[in-house]
């Protein structure tokens, strides 16, 4: 997921940067920095983020507001 793709789908699901470090299990500055493009959480923290933040993007049964 792109750092662009994770702050359009959080601001999507109306979470505050807090809100997602808080399901990931990591620190708001380690979030930030991903969101910002300064780094990648691991295998098994973006699998954490994914559920955090809807789902694959590319999953059919994800409820996409934008339709």
Known sequence: MTPQEMKRRRTET????????????????????????????TPENAVKLEAALGGSSNDPDRKDTNQ
């Open 14 to 41: 109306g979470m505050r940067q807090i809100d997602v470090s808080i399901a990931v299990g990591v620190s708001v500055a380690a979030y930030r920095l991903w969101e910002a493009g300064g780094g990648n959480p």
